[in-house]
C-alpha cells in the first residue's frame, strides 16, 4: 500500500516549494524547465527519517538541482546537484543519490535551494543573520565561489561583455549581483563612532565623508533596556546595511564595490 501511495505522490507531485525561487524567477533567476515535489507518504510517526524525507528536483539544461526535507529542521536535510551530458537523460527526481551526484558538505554550507542564473546555483542559509539572509554561490564545477549576508537582492544578470577586461583573466560568464549587504562591524558606531567608522570604511570601501547616524537605533534599544544593560547595549556591535555590486565568475569574486552610502545601521540582535 505504501508503494502505491508513493507511486501517486510521485505522478502528481508538481507543486510550488516557498523554497524553490519560482515567485523571483522573473527577476532574480532562471525558470527550470520542470521541477517535482515528492512529500513522504502518511507513515508511523516512529519510522525512520529516511522514510520521513521530502524530496524536491528542480531541472535545468544540463543540471538538476535536488532537495531532501526533514520535517523539524531549519535548513534542508541534503542539498545536491547532477550535471547532465549532453544527450544524457534527467536523473529520476528520489531520495537516492546518483553516480557523480554532488552533495554540499552541511559543514560547508546548510539552507535551502533558491535558484539558477546562468549555470550558478544559489542556496539561501538556514536562518537570519543580522537582520539579513546569508547566501552562497556554487558554480557548474561545484565549487563554492561566493558567500555573503544580503537583506535584499535586487538583480543577478550575465556581464557581456565584461566592462573591466583586464581586471582579471576572466574564465566564463561573469555575473553581477546587486544587493543591499548587510555588514557586521567589529566594534560600536555608539560607544566609539569616530574609531568604528573609520574601521568600517577600511574593510568595506564605503567612501562617504559623513558618519552615519546610528545613535537612532541604539537609543530605541536603550528605551526598553532596563539601567543595568545599557552599557552593554551601547557596546554591542554595530550592523549596517549599504547597496553593492559584486562580479563573481568560476575564480570567485572580482569586484564588489559599494553602490550607495549607509542605508541602515542599528545594533547586532
Same mark, same amino acid.
Given at each position: ?16 516549494? /516557498? ?10 533567476? $532562471?525558470?527550470? +524547465? ?36 526533514? *520535517?523539524?529542521?531549519?535548513?534542508? =536535510? ?11 537523460? &534527467? #536523473? =529520476? ?5 546518483? $553516480?557523480?551526484?554532488?552533495?554540499? &558538505? ?6 535551502? !535551494? ?7 546555483? !544559489? !542556496?539561501?542559509?538556514? *536562518? ?10 556554487? $558554480? $557548474? ?16 544578470? #550575465?556581464?557581456?561583455?565584461?566592462? *573591466?577586461? &583586464? +581586471? ?6 561573469? +555575473? ?8 557586521? =562591524? ?11 567608522? /573609520? +574601521?568600517?570604511?577600511? /574593510? @568595506?570601501?564605503? @567612501?562617504?565623508? @559623513?558618519?552615519?547616524?546610528? &545613535? ?7 528605551? @526598553? ?10 557596546? *554591542? ?33
Amino acid at each position: 500500500m505504501r508503494r502505491c501511495v508513493l507511486g501517486l505522490m510521485i505522478m502528481g507531485s508538481l507543486i510550488f516549494s /516557498a523554497h524553490s525561487g519560482a515567485a523571483e524567477a522573473p527577476k532574480l533567476f $532562471d525558470k527550470p +524547465l520542470r521541477e517535482q515535489h515528492i512529500t513522504p507518504p502518511l507513515i508511523p510517526a516512529d519510522s525512520s527519517q529516511e522514510e520521513q524525507s521530502g524530496v524536491s528536483c528542480w531541472y535545468y539544461p544540463g543540471l538538476m538541482v535536488k532537495e531532501v526535507s526533514l *520535517d523539524g529542521t531549519k535548513g534542508a =536535510a541534503q542539498l545536491s546537484m547532477v550535471h547532465i551530458s549532453k544527450g544524457g537523460v &534527467d #536523473p =529520476a527526481c528520489r531520495r537516492e543519490n546518483v $553516480d557523480g551526484e554532488y552533495i554540499v &558538505d552541511a559543514k560547508s554550507w546548510s539552507g535551502h !535551494f533558491r535558484g539558477v542564473r546562468q549555470g550558478y546555483v !544559489f !542556496f539561501s542559509g538556514d *536562518d537570519g543573520v543580522n537582520g539579513g539572509e546569508g547566501f552562497t554561490v556554487y $558554480d $557548474d564545477s561545484n565549487t563554492k565561489v561566493f558567500t555573503d549576508v544580503a537583506d535584499t537582492l535586487s538583480s543577478i544578470d #550575465p556581464m557581456l561583455p565584461p566592462r *573591466d577586461p &583586464d +581586471l582579471r583573466p576572466w574564465y566564463y560568464s561573469p +555575473l553581477v549581483l546587486n544587493y543591499r549587504k548587510v555588514y557586521s =562591524a567589529p566594534c560600536s558606531m555608539r560607544s566609539e563612532p569616530t574609531r568604528c567608522w /573609520a +574601521l568600517i570604511k577600511r /574593510a @568595506t570601501g564605503l @567612501t562617504q565623508s @559623513t558618519v552615519p547616524d546610528c &545613535d537612532a537605533a541604539y537609543k530605541a534599544g536603550e528605551m @526598553t533596556t532596563p539601567p543595568e544593560g545599557l552599557d552593554s547595549l551601547r557596546r *554591542d556591535p554595530s550592523v549596517i546595511v549599504y547597496a553593492v555590486e559584486a562580479v563573481i565568475d568560476g575564480q570567485g569574486v572580482a569586484r564588489l564595490a559599494p553602490k550607495s552610502p549607509v542605508l541602515k545601521c542599528y545594533p547586532a540582535p
